[in-house]
């Protein structure tokens, strides 16, 4: 349906081609500390970071950071505290009750304080929306400059689900007054080791 | 009833018209704020426009490219010519599956596209679930902006509908109960849907994936939830490489709403497991505009809702004065596009100050335009004397780039030189009920020199 009729009628009113335009990535470079910058873009969009010197220290800040979390699932395997396990055949309907999901993030961005995951490394792609608390793990090393770096670091993966998280899920849709907490996960955590 | 009727009604509740002003104004300061952080912001609106200038000339190809790649990752692809298409193609994904419940996100095409009563009629549910959208559908209301669907309703307002639809406990309107009420209620949507409906803020056409960015998380909650994922898109959110995505979320939340980045900004590229994943790629209009090249461009829009925030008018008229989809400037090109007759009235509802192409992420020549509708429409459409005049005199200001570049502004212009009847008559309702009176003095010229530095 539709589709030769479309194709048809843009053909026909398109213009001459325009050349795609030369993208001058020299404009865009900064000498910055990316991870000051990524620590401070973080807290701007409502994450809170937590610094650990070793990565076995995460079992402690969890404890002190989530101490009624009960239904935990570590997609890290850096974690004991894992109480759920899932696998590919987990539904999105079991997970309701998750408090804490732990999952690796790839890297993150300094100049807007996001962090790719991707579904390679959770089972599930609900996981990280459904969960009530979301804890990223990411190496302090692993913090590019911008978006195009960010595209550029991408470009090579296998294709299939993948998320920039900003921060915990939010509205201002009730008199444009921020409320952290909308229909994704309550609270973001970036454990930085 | 035309805009400035329509605007009048809004301007009847003073004290909540004060508050959309500010609120808006407040959300353009952000997205000053914002763009200013950032190194190369007019390289990046400059790349913007021209890719998607090129796209569009060779939007055809893309199309195939886009199809081919998506299908090769297991998507579905379907093309539909308009609305009614649009609408039937998507209930029929849903009947053949026999999916009752849809839970859905925030997409100003489904809107367009009359889907929500489609569906309804056809016996099956839509929950909207970005919250603004909520509140709208269940006050039986559509949305007043894109980018804030509710804006128009205050918190009271919100409180008495949730304690209607939700049985909340009356709260005075506290946004943060409402707000946790309302996600409790959606989760449960989420969990028992059996499809998901999204937009598509960017289609890629090198990997035929695509990107879908939200605050609330609620594309995804619907997405990763339901076994069927249907994502429905204008053709011209296309663009050529996924690279080209570092320009455009670099731009789209921080003119949106002054963030850095939406908090999600996800991206499909093939169906989960036991899932099926579709995209309608629509037209409905989109290759009509395509052939007008005075207003070609208005089809680069990425719906950052950054004309609204910023025009004096918008703010002070409201969303649905506009009576169209997409209100605001962008819209006022886009409508009289679809049915002039209906819209004819859109294009006055500016004062052609231009401050929407300055913030245009993707740098529209907004203002410009709509003055060419002025134009069309005069020659189209009898029009009172009085517009007439006042056309004239904007046409002067325009048509004389030395007096243009001078006044930086044409309207700073009538504003200043064109008599009190002309400013304020009928067609200005926003003037009518803003009878200058906030001029200290009676200094006009002071006034406005003041209000321009705020
Ligand atoms: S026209 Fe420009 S400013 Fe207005 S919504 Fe579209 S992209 Fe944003």
């Not at chain 2, 052939?291 to 461009?297: G, I, L, W």
Request: net charge positive.
């Amino acid at each position: 349906m539709g589709k030769e009729e479309i194709l048809r009628s843009v053909r026909k009113n398109k213009p001459t081609l325009i050349p795609l335009p030369e993208i001058n990535l020299d404009t865009f470079n900064e000498t910055i500390d990316l991870l000051a910058n990524f620590k401070e873009k973080v807290a701007l969009v409502g994450g809170t970071i937590k610094e650990l010197s070793a990565l076995n220290e995460i079992d402690r800040e969890i404890t002190k950071l989530f101490p009624n979390a009960r239904n935990i699932v570590d997609c890290t395997k850096s974690s004991s505290l894992g109480t759920v396990s899932i696998s590919d055949k987990t539904q999105p309907q079991d997970l309701e009750g998750v408090d804490l999901a732990i999952i690796p993030g790839a890297f993150g961005v300094a100049e807007n304080g996001a962090i790719w995951i991707s579904d390679d490394r959770f089972p599930i792609r609900i996981l990280p929306f459904i969960t009530k608390e979301l804890l990223i793990v990411l190496e302090k090393k692993n913090v590019c400059l911008h978006l195009h770096d960010a595209y550029e670091l991408l470009s090579k993966r296998d294709r299939s689900f993948g998320v920039f998280v900003s921060g915990p899920s939010k509205t201002a849709d009730i008199e444009q007054c921020l409320v952290i907490g909308a229909q994704g996960a309550l609270s973001l955590t970036v454990v930085l080791v | 009833m035309n805009h400035a009727q329509k605007a009048e009604i809004f301007n009847k509740d003073e004290a909540k018209v004060n508050w959309h002003d500010k609120a808006l104004w407040y959300v353009r300061e952000k997205r000053d704020t914002a763009a200013h952080g950032v190194k190369g912001w007019e390289h990046l609106r400059d790349l913007a426009s021209g890719i998607k200038a090129h796209v569009l000339s060779n939007l055809d190809e893309y199309l195939i490219t886009f199809e081919k790649n998506a299908q090769k990752n297991g998507i579905t692809v379907h093309w539909a010519s308009n609305a009614e298409e649009h609408n039937k193609i998507v209930n029929k994904i849903l009947a053949d599956n026999n999916a009752k419940k849809v839970v859905k996100s925030k997409s100003m095409l489904t809107e367009e596209c009359h889907l929500n009563p489609y569906l309804e009629s056809k016996g099956i549910e839509v929950v909207d679930t970005d919250l603004g959208e909520y509140i709208v559908q269940i006050a039986k209301e559509t949305p007043s902006h894109i980018v804030l669907p509710a804006i128009h309703k205050t918190k009271e307002e919100v409180d008495s509908l949730f304690q209607e639809h939700l049985g909340t406990t009356p709260s005075n309107g506290n946004p943060e109960y409402l707000t946790h009420e309302a996600r409790k209620h959606l989760r449960a949507k989420f969990l028992e849907a059996d499809a998901a409906i999204t937009g598509v803020n960017f289609a890629i056409a090198e990997t035929g994936g695509f990107v879908v960015c939200t605050n609330e998380g609620n594309a995804d909650m619907g997405a990763h939830s339901a076994k069927i994922h249907i994502a429905c898109m204008g053709m011209e959110k296309l663009i050529p490489k996924e690279a080209h995505l570092g320009i455009f979320l670099r731009l789209l939340a921080r003119s949106a709403t002054g963030q850095p980045i939406t908090t999600y900004s996800s991206h499909f590229n093939k169906p989960g497991p036991e899932s099926q994943m579709h995209i309608v790629i629509v037209d409905n209009g989109r290759t009509e505009q395509l052939s007008r090249e005075d207003f070609r461009s208005s089809l680069h829009c990425i719906r950052c809702g950054a004309c609204m925030n910023t025009c004096p008018i918008y703010r002070r008229s409201g969303g649905h004065s506009y009576d169209a989809t997409i209100p605001g400037p962008i819209g006022s090109i886009l409508s009289p596009g679809k049915d002039l007759t209906k819209h004819s009235s859109l294009p006055f509802a500016s004062t052609l100050c231009g401050s929407c192409s300055n913030v245009c992420p993707v740098k529209i020549n907004i203002h410009e335009q709509l003055y060419k509708w002025r134009q069309l429409i005069t020659k189209d459409v009898k029009q009172p004397f009085i517009k007439k005049t006042i056309l004239k005199m904007t046409g002067k200001v325009l048509s004389n780039p030395k007096l243009y570049g001078f006044g930086g502004r044409s309207v700073r212009f009538i504003l200043k030189y064109a008599p009190r009847f002309l400013v304020y008559s009928k067609l200005n309702a926003w003037g009518k009920a803003r009878e200058l009176p906030k001029i200290k003095n009676g200094n006009f010229d002071q006034w406005y020199k003041e209000k321009r530095k705020n």
